[in-house]
């Protein structure tokens, strides 16, 4: 069975907190991507990766980074939180091409 | 341009009741996949089944089945003698080598079975 995890489930920081969100997938998944996911607005890209050091905008990168220093785990960053951010985050990851995304529990993240 | 529709925001039936959902998709390319993902309450998000724009073979699995028809751009997903552990969000997605294949997602249907 695919396996992704996420560092947290819920999550409450601070706006202007550095934040980080872990995903691990041990499926030797080439690729993998980080959503939100928001009430009326659905499932956004933020970013993906299609190998290790690699990364890709999505179509809503602004105030978030990602690294991916090891194929299985991709790093979400949010340099300083903004109440805007308040969101549910999902991390994916899949093989190449048209392959199934697989996803992880979600972290519900709080900026307050 | 690519898109996903999924025009039932919200269907609500007595569990046994047979569900149809509908997903209406709209591609430039010739080579494309199209994909259904449930989301129960918990919020993890479910891969059910992923179709190729050439095989447009329905699918059956259990209680599920699925009807790809490439003549009026729709996959559509029925649900027979739904029970209230269907009740979910459902989303269609699409993906086509034109755009790299990266997900269009629908808006996704709030699929509510009542006992």
């Known amino acids: 069975d695919v396996k992704v995890t996420q560092s947290s489930r819920y999550l409450v920081k601070r706006t202007g907190e550095k934040v980080f969100l872990e995903c691990v997938q041990d499926?030797?998944?080439?690729?993998m991507f980080w959503y939100r996911q928001d009430p009326g607005l659905g499932l956004r890209l933020i970013y993906f990766?299609?190998?290790?050091?690699?990364?890709e905008k999505g179509d809503i990168p602004e105030g978030y980074s990602v690294s991916r220093e090891k194929k299985e785990r991709f790093s979400l960053i949010l340099e300083s939180a903004s109440t805007n951010q308040t969101s549910m985050y999902l991390c994916?990851?899949?093989?190449?091409?048209?392959?199934?995304?697989?996803f992880g529990p979600g972290t519900r993240l709080t900026v307050t | 341009a690519q898109k996903v529709t999924q025009a039932q925001t919200e269907i609500s039936v007595v569990e046994k009741e047979d569900v149809t959902l509908d997903c209406v998709y709209e591609?430039?390319?010739?080579?494309?996949?199209l994909f259904w993902y449930k989301q129960p309450p918990s919020g993890e998000l479910v891969f059910l089944i992923r179709?190729?724009?050439?095989d447009e073979q329905n699918e059956i699995s259990g209680r599920y089945s699925w009807n790809f028809q490439k003549s009026t751009s729709s996959f559509n997903f029925t649900i027979t003698a739904s029970q209230v552990v269907d009740s979910a969000v459902y989303f269609c997605?699409?993906?086509?080598?034109?755009?790299?294949?990266?997900?269009?997602w629908g808006a996704g249907t709030k699929l509510i079975i009542k006992p």
């Open positions: 990766s299609y190998d290790v050091k690699m990364k």
């Open positions: 179709r190729n724009s050439f």
């Open positions: 591609t430039r390319d010739t080579t494309y996949y």
């Open positions: 994916a990851s899949s093989l190449p091409l048209a392959g199934e995304q697989y």
């Open positions: 997605a699409l993906s086509e080598a034109l755009s790299n294949y990266q997900l269009i």
């Open positions: 499926m030797d998944h080439e690729n």
